[in-house]
């Protein structure tokens, strides 16, 4: 069974930096995408981030462009997201995810997702 357990969430002010992980169990991310995804209270699961693992070729969503930077660390299965700049609007469940398939995780419905951590952004 493949799982994936983010870490690094928390409170801070607008402003501040964040780093969250994501550790997968066993070699999932020799053969995967992996993602970054949001939620807040009230609204849909958006796309944030995702990095292929073997090009290191990432996208983002435009309103972290800039600010957030996603990374892999291959001989640790670790995904990583960077945020700098936080915004109040940051605020949200932060989730990871994989797929083998990168269309099928930026859809939003990847094999895999991480229990969530809160980010959560004061003004």
């Known amino acids: 069974q493949v799982q994936l357990v983010e870490s690094g969430g928390g409170l801070v002010q607008a402003g501040d930096s964040l780093r969250l992980s994501c550790q997968a169990s066993?070699?999932?991310?020799?053969?995967?995408?992996g993602g970054w995804f949001r939620q807040d209270p009230g609204k849909e699961r958006e796309f944030v981030a995702h990095i292929n693992w073997f090009s290191g070729g990432t996208d983002y969503a435009d309103s972290v462009k800039g600010r957030f930077t996603i990374t892999r660390d291959i001989t640790m299965n670790t995904v990583y997201l960077q945020m700098n700049s936080l915004l109040p609007e940051d605020t949200a469940v932060y989730y990871c995810?994989?797929?083998?398939?990168?269309?099928?995780?930026?859809?939003?419905?990847?094999?895999?997702w991480g229990q969530g951590t809160q980010v959560t952004v004061s003004s």
């Open positions: 995810a994989a797929d083998r398939d990168l269309s099928r995780l930026r859809r939003g419905v990847p094999a895999y």
């Open positions: 066993g070699r999932i991310f020799s053969t995967y995408a």
